[in-house]
């Protein structure tokens, strides 16, 4: 309460956090929760799952059945509703959130991301594989089932073919880089081996103020890439892509320390002129 309460009255969300408090008041009033189990994140999340007050408004249910829906206390009231959120994102039970492949050397995937779908039909068609070579369609999955080719190292690093139910994970919370690690958690609990293809190391990570002057550079440079937030979404990948082409680096759309140096050095010869 006193996090949303902060919030509601201070920051650029404010009508959005003082929905979440009013949404708080009500559970309470409810008789879900108590005042004192309410202990989360700064934004107002809580339980074992961290919902925000709306959404277990919306999407939390008594599994155990003793009246309340208690997200905090009991296990099964909260793997029941996380379940039910997921149900709610389109999860299709039975099929795969998707799978590390290979693709073939040349192949461009500019303009490709995890909204932009296609066939498995159609990727078999341009040479990619599952990473052990073995045909994209096998078990549940037909050669009309729809999936997007995700890169979020560029085609030097682990390549996924995903489908909708990595996007119910990553309604959760809209983060690549989050849906990425509780899908593969999901497959390593099961027994499955790690990724197959190690991750670049040729060219380190950023930081978020590092990733914020990156999107500067871009946006200096005419593309249309939304915010300056350090957040690297698919517009922002293509326009690395295309930068690095123009500056003779590998395309690979990854916001690394390699295209940062570039865009440095490109300003500094400019200022010397």
């Given amino acids: 309460l006193q996090a949303l309460g902060t919030l509601s009255c201070e920051g650029r969300r404010q009508s959005y956090f003082r929905t979440e408090f009013f949404a708080t008041m009500r559970i309470l009033q409810r008789g879900d929760l108590t005042e004192d189990q309410l202990k989360g994140s700064w934004a107002g999340a809580f339980g074992h799952t961290q919902f925000m007050p709306s959404t277990y408004e919306r999407l939390a249910v008594d599994f155990d059945g003793d009246g309340r829906r208690d997200l905090v206390s009991s296990t099964a009231d909260a793997l029941a509703s ?135 550079f871009l946006l200096n440079r005419g593309y249309d890439i939304g915010a300056v937030d350090g957040l690297i979404g698919d517009k922002t990948r293509v326009a690395i892509r295309q930068e690095q082409t123009r500056l003779g680096l590998n395309p690979t759309g990854r916001a690394g320390q390699q295209i940062l140096r570039a865009f440095r050095q490109e300003q500094a010869q400019k200022m010397m002129q």
Avoid: C
């Fill in 82 to 216: 996380t379940a039910n959120f997921l149900n709610k994102a389109g999860w299709q039970t039975g099929m795969p959130w998707g799978f590390e492949v290979k693709v073939p050397q040349g192949m461009s995937i500019d303009g490709e991301g995890r909204r932009s779908k296609k066939a498995l039909s159609s990727w078999s068609a341009r040479g990619v594989t599952r990473i052990d070579g073995s045909p994209l369609v096998q078990g549940a999955l037909s050669g009309s089932t729809s999936a997007g080719l995700m890169a979020p190292a560029g085609v030097n690093g682990p390549v996924f073919l995903v489908f909708k139910n990595f996007d119910a994970i990553y309604s959760y919370n809209a983060a690549e880089s989050y849906g990425l690690a509780i899908a593969h958690l999901s497959d390593r609990l099961k027994g499955a081996r790690p990724f197959a293809t190690s991750w670049p190391t040729d060219d380190p990570g950023t930081s978020r103020a590092e990733r914020r002057e990156i999107q500067q």
